[in-house]
C-alpha cells in the first residue's frame, strides 16, 4: 500500500491553507497489560497525560508447534468457536470491567487513542497466521471485527516478538527462511492496511496500525521496512530487556532469561556496554528505511535485578559472566523497597545514561528507568525528531514515571 501517506499529506496540506497547525503532538504512550482485579492504574491522574494506551493482549486462535498441552488447555476456552488464524476477545466479566474502565478514561481524555495488541513475548502464532493468504485473511477479517464490535478500540498493534526468528519458540530462521517470512510479513501488513483503510472510508474515522518491534541486527533483518513503513502509523521501539538479548548473541539462548548483569535500557550504546543501547536501535531501524518520525522511544517501567553481581564502580558491565537473575520488580515495588535505607547505593552511569542500584554487601544489582533516564531520553527524541515515548507497562507505575515522560517530551523541556 502506498495509498496512506499521500491520503495523510493531503490532509496536512488542507490544515495548512485553513491556517491550522500541522505540528503533530509528541507521543506519550503506555501498554497496560490487565492481570486481572481492579483497574487502579487507569484512574491514576497521571494517565490524563497519555495519548495512546495500548491494550495487552488480544490473543490469536489455531495452534502451534510451540503449545504445549498446559497452554492448549488454557487457549481452549477462550477459542472455542473462533476460526483458527483469528483473533478474539473473550466475553467475560473480567474483560468488560476493563473495556468499560478503558471507555471511561476516554471520555476523560477524549483525545487519547486506544490500541488493541496482538502477540508479546512468548506468543508463537505470528509464524503460523503469515503462511498462507486464508489465514492472513482469517487474521484480517477478525482484526476488523473487533474494531468494528468494540468501537473504544480505534487501531490494531502487530507485537511480533520476532520476524525472522530467535525467540521463546524458534531459533533465528536461514537467510532464505528470513527472506521468505519478511515477504510474508509485509503481505500481511498490506493485507490489514488495505481493510483499514476500507474502514475509513465508510465511517470516515482513522484508524491505526501500528507495530512494537527490537532495534537489533538480526531484528531489523527479519522485515522488510522498506515495503511495509508506510503502512505503519507507528513504531514503538522496544529499547529495553537488552541484558537477555546479550545472552541470545553470546551463547544462542533465545528463551528470554535474564542475562549477565549490566543495563537493561541504557540510552547510550558504547563499549561499556558491549554496543547496546536505544541510540543503537534507533539507527539500526532509521538504516532500514524507518523514518525517525514514526520511532517512539521505549522505557521500561520495571527493573531487572541479579544477586552476587561482581560490580565495581564505574564499570559496565556490571560482573562480566557472574551473577544471577533475582527477578523483575515494577517501580512500584521498587520503591516500596526503600532500598538506600537498606545500604544500597543509588547510581548513575552518566556515559550510558542509565540508573541503577548496587548493594556492596550482596552484591545485588538492579536497572531501572527513572525520571533522569525519561529526561535524557526524552532530550534524545526531541534531539532525533522522534514521535516520542512509550513505555511497558502501566500499571507498574504509581503516575510518577507517566508525569516524567510527558514532562521529558514537552517542547519547553531543557
Not at 250 to 257: C, F, L, N, P, V
Request: with cysteine; aromatic share 10%.
Amino acid at each position: 500500500m502506498r495509498t496512506r501517506t499521500a491520503f495523510f499529506s493531503a490532509l496536512c496540506l488542507g490544515a495548512t491553507w485553513l491556517g491550522l497547525p500541522a505540528a503533530a503532538q509528541p507521543v506519550i504512550a503506555t501498554y497496560y497489560y490487565p492481570s486481572g482485579g481492579t483497574q487502579a492504574a487507569l484512574q491514576r491522574p497521571s494517565v490524563q497525560k497519555l495519548t495512546h494506551l495500548i491494550y495487552s493482549f488480544v490473543p490469536v486462535c489455531g495452534d502451534s508447534p510451540a503449545f504445549d498441552a498446559e497452554e492448549k488447555k488454557v487457549r481452549d476456552p477462550i477459542c472455542a468457536g473462533v476460526a483458527d488464524y483469528a483473533i478474539t476477545l473473550p466475553d467475560t466479566p473480567q474483560i468488560r470491567a476493563e473495556l468499560t474502565a478503558i471507555a471511561e478514561l476516554k471520555q476523560r481524555n477524549p483525545g487519547l487513542k486506544i490500541i488493541a495488541s496482538v502477540g508479546g513475548w512468548g506468543m508463537p502464532m505470528y509464524p503460523e497466521v503469515v503462511v498462507a493468504p486464508e489465514r492472513r485473511k482469517a487474521f484480517t477479517d477478525s482484526a476488523v471485527a473487533l474494531l468494528t464490535k468494540y468501537p473504544v478500540f480505534d487501531g490494531l498493534d502487530i507485537d511480533w516478538e520476532y520476524p525472522g526468528g530467535g525467540d521463546e519458540a524458534r531459533a533465528p530462521l536461514s537467510d532464505a527462511g528470513r527472506m521468505q517470512e519478511a515477504a510474508d510479513h509485509r503481505a500481511l501488513v498490506e493485507t490489514l492496511r488495505g481493510a483499514f483503510d476500507g474502514l475509513e472510508i465508510q465511517d470516515g474515522r482513522e484508524r491505526l496500525l501500528t507495530t512494537a518491534v527490537a532495534g537489533y541486527p538480526r531484528s531489523v533483518a527479519g522485515i522488510d521496512w522498506k515495503g511495509v513503513e508506510d503502512d505503519f502509523d507507528l513504531v514503538f521501539v522496544m529499547t529495553y530487556d537488552f541484558t537477555p538479548e546479550k545472552s541470545f548473541e553470546r551463547i544462542g539462548d533465545y528463551s528470554g532469561g535474564g542475562g549477565w548483569p549490566g543495563h537493561h535500557t541504557n540510552l547510550v550504546a558504547g563499549p561499556s556496554t558491549e554496543g547496546y543501547g536505544s541510540d543503537a536501535m534507533i539507527r539500526n531501524l532509521a538504516a532500514a528505511g524507518v523514518p525517525k518520525a514514526k520511532m517512539v522511544l521505549g522505557a521500561g517501567f520495571y527493573a531487572r535485578e541479579w544477586k552476587n553481581a561482581h560490580f565495581e564502580e564505574g564499570r559496565f558491565p556490571a560482573s562480566g559472566s557472574s551473577g544471577e537473575l533475582a527477578g523483575m520488580a515494577s517501580w512500584t515495588e521498587v520503591q516500596a523497597r526503600e532500598l538506600e535505607a537498606k545500604g544500597w547505593t543509588a547510581g548513575y552511569d552518566e556515559t550510558a545514561e542509565a540508573a541503577y542500584f548496587h548493594d556492596p554487601k550482596t552484591g545485588g544489582f538492579l536497572s531501572l528507568d527513572t525520571p533522569r533516564t525519561l529526561a535524557a531520553k526524552g532530550r534524545y527524541v526531541q534531539q532525533e525528531g522522534l514521535a516520542g515515548l512509550f513505555a511497558w507497562e502501566l500499571s507498574q507505575d504509581d503516575g510518577t514515571l507517566v508525569e516524567a515522560m510527558a514532562t521529558a517530551v514537552a517542547k519547553d523541556a531543557d
